[in-house]
């Protein structure tokens, strides 16, 4: 989550991007901070970066009125909620790209369900790491539970990602890395672990990839060309 | 008995300050031992067998078992005696001559 209040420190966490073996990053920016992230994109011209939002839902209403104030400004829609009844609407639509499974609350409101519906439509499962950066101690039951969420969505086969949330150069965790991460603390094997950096994002962004401009089509559109009308005979 | 197999990890960081062997050592088996416990940490035999302070590399042997704990742990280390600092895994190897050997080819600039 870069801070865009400190230009020069979001430009130092993009530079050191390749020191840690990252080619591309969602970066979470809002409404305000969007403009900033577009214009630092164009120098780091070796980077994939992505502007991507978290919408905070309390229900399914409230996130439909949160999406048009977003849709065709992101590259990517993601949505953090407590309530299975979101979650259920988020993994089945084509609009939002990752579930994102950030406290206790969210990680017991992900069920197979919803793990099955992020499968048949490629929508992301998302959990940051930041908790076993920051956290010193007492750590054990917090693992635990998010090992269980993880597990449900191995078993249902949905894209994981695991995201560092870094806000600085120094917060960041390398690819490779996050494959060891995911083996030994969360026991997903290391196969699926080096996919979680490089297949699955790219599988999240084929989803819904006209979602940066509103002016691009959706999937499954096409606009047919103007045919001349048939003279009678 | 069989002895013991051997990895030797070549790991690059990142810090504002510069870092003492001691000090990077004891961040490593502090945060190995909150995340795998005594048992793993009596197991894993971690030492700094080099550190190039202006390259900021250094070369951590470790027990073959538990290489991959220890790249977790590695990567998950933030601070040091109040310091911030970041690793990043470059390469690894079973003996300390064909580490020394790919660490050549890694410096090598791709032409």
Redesign the interface.
Known sequence: MPDFRNISATKELFS?LP???IRGCFAICNLDTLPILKELKPQFPTLDIYSRCILQPRDVESLKRDYKKYAGKFDIISVQSSSTEVLNFTARDPRFHILCLRSRTEWAAFNPGVGSLAFQSSAGVEFPLEF??KS??G?SIVIRLCRKAMNIAVHAHAPILLSSFASS??????G??IA??A???FGIPLGIGKKITSAFPGLVLKKNPAQGSRDELAAGVRIIPDFPEEEDA | MKLERQRYILI?Y???QPIEDKEILSALWHTFT???GEVNAGGVGLYIISHDFESKRIILRCAHKQK??V??A???T?KTFGK???F??RLTSGTLLSLRRKTKVLDTPVK
């Open positions: 050191s020191f840690f073996g076993l950066v010193e101690s750590n150069k120094l917060e960041l965790i390398g490779k890395e060891f991460i083996n030994t603390i | 690059e990142l810090s504002e909150r995340l795998f991959e704990n790249i977790t590695a990567s998950l933030r911030r600092i970041a990043c895994c």
